[in-house]
């Protein structure tokens, strides 16, 4: 079986916005985002997470955007975060240097463990551990704030927020409040620039 071969970023980039603005931009009638506003562009990341290609590329430019970051886990709040750490996972492991996902639940179940954060072996913890928080779609950051708070309570060190695009209404001051660096993979004017 052949080994994979994994383009440049540039080159991922330019393929995700393809893909982005075929299978997960819409534009039209005013729609309500996860943030409470309204918006006459949308951004349905699913098909874009859930599409081969897609995930293969994002947990590509994902790799590519930590890689200076020494991480040992990524994960974010469900379910947005979910593909996208899986794929990271995924893929950073073909690439030989594997990194491990999480989730953080938007509240404990009651029955099994009661866990917040799930993903952990029965005995790790995210004490001491070096983690990106993902996130799809990051309009005020609202999302990826809480799973920050999730994992800092747990004992863990957020480094950065990484998202798939940024819609540009926001994030950044929450994150700059929050004291976490902002890595977006795309932005909602490059897609906008593609869809013409």
């Known amino acids: 079986m052949p080994l994979p071969t994994f383009p440049a970023a540039p080159e ?15 534009s039209g009638p005013e729609i309500k ?30 790799l590519d955007t930590i890689e200076d970051l020494q991480v040992s886990l990524v994960g974010g709040l469900e ?3 979910v593909p996208i750490a899986s794929a990271v996972a995924a893929v950073s492991a073909a690439k030989g240097d594997p990194v491990s996902a999480f989730f953080v639940r938007k509240q404990v179940k009651e ?14 913890t ?25 994992v800092r309570e747990a004992g863990g060190e957020v480094v950065a927020v990484v998202t798939i695009l940024d819609r540009q209404e926001g994030a950044q001051m929450a994150f700059n409040k ?19």
């Open 12 to 26: 991922a980039r330019d393929e995700l916005i393809s893909i982005v603005t075929a299978l997960s931009y819409q």
């Open 33 to 62: 985002l996860a943030s409470g506003q309204t918006s006459t562009i949308y951004f349905n990341m699913k098909p874009t997470m859930l599409d081969a290609r897609g995930a293969f590329l994002i947990g590509l430019l994902v």
């Open 79 to 81: 379910m947005g975060a």
């Open 111 to 124: 029955h099994g463990t009661q866990s917040l954060i799930e993903g952990l072996a029965p005995d790790e």
């Open 126 to 150: 995210m004490e001491e551990r070096r983690v990106v928080i993902l996130e799809d779609v990051t309009t005020t950051g609202g999302s990826a704030v809480k799973a920050a708070q999730a």
């Open 178 to 196: 929050a004291s976490i660096a902002f890595r977006p993979l795309l932005t909602k004017a490059d897609i906008l620039a593609a869809a013409g």
